[in-house]
């Protein structure tokens, strides 16, 4: 029974931490550098050049049409 209690214990802590660590600032996991992230729901500019990361292989226009196109449900017709 100890032990059942210890780590409840011990999950109850790892859980107020990661939620307090989540809860700290802004993310900026998807937007380049200089780009404004604020809002309840940031969303990035599209394009590559708006991106943290370069991309790896060169954007296409389905590429292009793709992340103009999100966070819509529909898919870009440019296929």
Do not use: C, H, K
Request: hydrophobic share 40%.
């Amino acid at each position: 029974m100890r032990m059942i209690l210890g780590l409840l214990a011990l999950g109850a802590g790892a859980y107020v931490l990661a939620r307090r660590s989540a809860g700290s600032g802004t993310s900026r996991a998807a937007f380049a550098e200089g780009q404004a992230a604020g809002g309840a729901n940031p969303v990035r500019d599209a394009g590559p050049a708006a991106m943290r990361d370069p991309p790896v292989q060169p954007w296409t226009e389905v590429d292009e049409a793709s992340d103009q196109s999100f966070p819509a449900s529909d898919p870009p017709a440019t296929y």
